[in-house]
């Protein structure tokens, strides 16, 4: 029989307070399994109990009840702790030493002989892009900078099992796809990796199996593919096509199938798509959590409506757009923004184009165009990744 | 072993970059450098330098005890930032943590000893060069009790002789019917109490009258150039209108050796040192000192060992050597140097454990409350003496005695952890130049070095090990 690398049996966490009175169930009895050369995502809105989950893997918190195998055994075990990377949700690291100083620190906790220590301490600077900076003190680092040296602190024992708690916070766009990049190569290689994540397009592209939890609860799991496979849709992934290109596409669709292309774009926001519905789900059922729910109402108080807040609309819509299946909008009341002569006055004496009044429903249906639709704006930057990264895309032929 | 290096190695260098150790380092500094210049003691090279060494001595101790307990803050401060995260996910377990960071503490607090040893050494002889001695006498006491290390050998009181005396003069005043027909008559009290009469009349020496003291095992170098000390306190009964205790000292037996003799003249109710050869000291190492206290004839002459004159009219003076050991021989034994580190390793010891008390609190507390807790513990230590003592008197009678009894249990275990610092202060010993023997620094290392600071640290280890590091602790 194969061991798996992690194995939880109704696994549970309650939270006590000081006189011991249950405060909050953070996981539910969760079954997990893990197997060697995986890599599972953990997801969850936020205070799902996804790190709480993580934390009792490694032996920072005890479970309430429920049993946890890491290796075959207790996570408190520190010798399976040889074999573990962590990289825990907000990098915790000294501020009076530098970046070499704390991965050798790091590294002798490892036992790692020294010039084993050196030298992967300079090549996972390397790989961190942080070589230059690494005489300067953490404590100046900027959070992604730190986020970094993390990374290089869970990799410094080549770890057979990976565990990275929301990896890419904090990261810039090119330090986020090295990430994906990376979980993808060490996947490769036949490490095992879990990752908790928001960023659902990442979790997508890098998954072999996800769990979404709600409220500490496994609300479903599987493997990625299964789980996207329900869509009745055929997807085509081609490499950059011009537009003349699609547009005969999508005639010979219409032509053969008389049906209409539904969109254009990379594969990313269907995970996103299960996501939503599964915690919309929740939501209606009542599930316990005692994390973060649906956010409300945007509060009154927040200041009168102005072109600002055009454009925020607008922002928003467009990301709601990009949801083929949204779950029931909530209509936030915006009071209509006051017009009068005072406004007039103030605007003739700011010396200004005045701008017409509209009333709410006209701005709905307006488009004050912005500098660049957010839309094009976000392709032009995908755009801009590709060509820096200059890598072949390859992002489906991957572990079949 | 290498975890708890890596660790140690890391405690250190992040008291180094602590500004709070800056903070002290600096004010030993200070303190050790800047002292000479603002104290100078009675005017006497040696005074100066005692006085030196005592502050300079007590406010290392007190400082580094101050940030030995603030250095466990490292740990706290590692669970509230979560640096534990990192730090139990690698393969270290939890008791070689808090042992690392124990180690690393001492260790920086032994170099930070070792530096004000260097400088307070440095400094006191610094003072002796730069400053001439006052006078003869300055310059003996400097070499002879300053820059010296001194075993002392106290005189054996004849107690068994006192016994016997007072069971003979009880029996006597029973037969004379001296208690007559009372039959509440408590015999061992009675004894007790003519044995301390015995004990004062041996102490006191009328006028005219001499007193003898052996000493054995004096094993000092007895070389011609070689001096011993002899160090009493007289009380003259009827205060002496100058306040002087005039007395005549013979020392040596003058069957082994040749005596030396010399006439004294001291401040009543005053500790006294003195310097004679070492050749006073017999081959058997025995030393015999005679304590007369002379009259004086009329020509101002002192008449020796003449119990049938009628002192009374000469000068009607009875002395009494007071403390519990009235007179004191000492001679050197080793270095001042040894003696200082001997005093230092003394101070360690204290830091070790303050070191293992200041982490146990941080496993559990916040840092403020950590603090507190510790500096608490402290505090009792340095008078854990007089807390003992009150301890004993509890008792009484029915429930209220059993809340005591129970309370008195569970005190006495507690004070058994909790050392008692004074006990293996060292500091005064060391400025009088007494030799501060290698046996208390074994016995400081054993007690408080070993069982009182393993207990602190093995229950800093185990009350982390149950401990959630996740948990907030506020
Ligand atoms: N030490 C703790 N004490 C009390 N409650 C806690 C503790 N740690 C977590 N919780 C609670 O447990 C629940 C789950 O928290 P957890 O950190 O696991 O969420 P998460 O899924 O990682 O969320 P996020 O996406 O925001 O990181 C939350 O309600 C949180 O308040
Ligand atoms: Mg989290």
């Not at chain 1, 991965?103 to 490892?110: A, N, P």
């Not at chain 1, 040296?149 to 330090?175: C, V």
């Amino acid at each position: 029989m194969i061991i798996p690398v992690v194995q939880t049996v109704g696994l549970t966490k309650l939270f006590k307070d000081f006189w011991r009175r249950a405060k909050v169930e953070a996981v539910k009895n969760l079954n997990l399994e893990i197997h060697r050369g995986e890599v599972f995502g953990l997801l969850g809105p936020n205070g799902s109990g996804k790190s709480t989950t993580i934390k009792m893997l490694l032996g920072l918190l005890y479970p309430t009840r429920g049993q946890i195998a890491v290796f075959g055994r207790a996570p408190t075990d520190v010798a399976t702790k040889a074999r573990i990377g962590f990289l825990p949700e907000e990098s915790y690291l000294y501020r009076f030493l530098n970046a070499r100083e704390t991965l050798d620190y790091y590294g002798r906790l490892f036992h790692l002989p020294s010039h084993v220590r050196r030298e992967r301490t300079e090549r996972l600077l390397e790989m961190v892009g942080l070589k230059h900076e690494a005489r300067r003190r953490l404590g100046e680092y900027s959070k992604g900078m730190a986020r970094r040296i993390g990374l290089a602190q869970a990799l410094i024992n080549d770890p057979d099992f990976l565990i990275l708690d929301e990896p890419t916070t904090g990261l810039d766009p090119i330090g986020t796809r090295q990430i994906k990049d990376l979980i993808r190569e060490l996947g490769n290689r036949g490490k095992t990796i879990l990752l908790s994540s928001h960023l659902l397009a990442d979790v997508e592209d890098v998954c072999d199996r996800v769990s979404i939890l709600y409220g500490g609860q496994q609300r479903q799991g599987g493997r990625v593919k299964e789980l996207l496979r329900q869509t009745e849709r055929t997807q085509i992934i081609a490499p950059r096509l011009a537009p003349e290109t699609i547009e005969r596409i999508r005639n010979v669709i219409r032509l053969e199938e008389e049906k209409d292309l539904i969109e254009v774009s990379s594969p990313a926001e269907r995970l996103e798509t299960i996501f939503l519905r599964i915690v919309h789900e929740a939501q209606v059922a009542n599930v316990a959590t005692s994390g973060a729910r649906a956010s409300g109402a945007m509060p009154d108080f927040l200041g009168p409506r102005d072109e600002g807040e055009a454009l925020v609309d607008e922002l928003v819509r467009a990301a709601d757009r990009r949801v083929p299946e949204p779950g029931p909008v909530e209509v936030a009341e915006v009071p209509a923004a006051p017009t009068g002569p005072a406004d007039d006055v103030l605007e003739s004496l700011l010396a200004r184009e005045p701008e017409p009044v509209r009333d709410g429903s006209e701005a709905e249906e307006e488009k004050p165009a912005p500098p660049a639709g957010p839309r094009e704006a976000i392709e032009a930057d995908r755009s801009v990744i590709d060509s820096l990264l200059s890598e072949p895309d390859k992002r489906s032929d991957h572990r079949d | 072993m290498t975890s708890i290096w890596a660790v140690a190695r890391h405690m250190v260098s992040e008291a180094i970059r602590m500004k709070i150790a800056m903070f002290f380092i600096c004010l030993l500094a200070l303190l050790i450098f800047g002292l000479p210049f603002v104290a100078r003691g009675d005017g006497t090279v040696s005074g100066a330098i005692q006085a030196f060494l005592v502050y300079s001595l007590s406010a290392v101790s007190l400082l580094m005890a101050l940030l030995t307990l603030f250095m466990s803050r490292s740990l706290s401060d590692e669970l509230v930032q979560r640096q534990i995260f990192f730090l139990m996910t690698k393969p270290l377990p939890r008791w070689q943590y808090v042992l690392g960071k124990w180690f690393g503490i001492v260790l920086f607090d032994a170099l930070l000893l070792l530096l004000a040893g260097a400088g307070i050494c440095g400094m006191a002889h610094y003072i002796a060069v730069s400053q001439p001695p006052r006078d003869a006498l300055d310059r003996q006491k400097l070499t002879d009790q300053v820059f010296a290390a001194r075993h002392q050998a106290a005189v054996e009181l004849p107690t068994k002789l006192f016994e016997r005396a007072a069971r003979e003069r009880y029996e006597r005043r029973k037969e004379e019917g001296y208690y007559g027909s009372r039959g509440d008559v408590n015999e061992k009290e009675e004894i007790a109490k003519l044995r301390m009469e015995e004990e004062q009349s041996w102490r006191t020496v009328n006028p005219g009258g001499t007193r003898e003291f052996l000493f054995q095992n004096v094993r000092c170098d007895r070389s011609a150039d070689k001096t011993i000390q002899i160090r009493y306190k007289a009380m003259a009964t009827n205060y002496p209108p100058d306040e002087i205790v005039r007395s005549y000292w013979l020392i040596g037996d003058p069957e082994k050796v040749q005596p030396y003799q010399m006439l004294r003249r001291d401040a009543h109710d005053r500790f006294h040192t003195f310097s004679v050869p070492a050749g006073t000291v017999a081959e058997d190492h025995t030393l015999r000192i005679y304590f007369l206290n002379y009259v004086l004839s009329a020509d101002q002459q002192p008449i020796l060992v003449d119990l049938d004159h009628p002192y009374e009219q000469v000068r009607p003076f009875v002395i009494r050597l007071e403390p519990t050991t009235p007179v004191e021989v000492m001679f050197g034994v080793g270095s001042f140097e040894g003696n200082l580190v001997r005093v230092l390793a003394l101070i360690l010891f204290k830091l070790m454990f303050l070191a293992a008390l200041g982490l146990a609190a941080s496993t559990v507390f916040s840092f403020p409350v950590a603090i507190l807790v510790s500096l608490t513990v402290y505090v009792l230590a340095e008078f854990r003496g007089f807390i003992g003592e009150s301890i004993q008197y509890l008792g009484a009678e029915g429930l209220e005695g059993m809340f005591q009894a129970g309370f008195g249990l569970i005190l006495r275990v507690i004070l058994f952890v909790i050392p008692n610092f004074p006990s293996f202060d060292a500091v005064n010993t060391f400025v009088d130049g007494r030799n501060v023997t290698l046996m208390w620094v074994l016995q400081g290392l054993g007690m408080l070095g070993v069982v009182q600071t393993g207990i602190v640290l093995l229950a800093a280890c185990l009350m982390f090990h149950f401990r959630e590091v996740s948990e907030v602790s506020i």
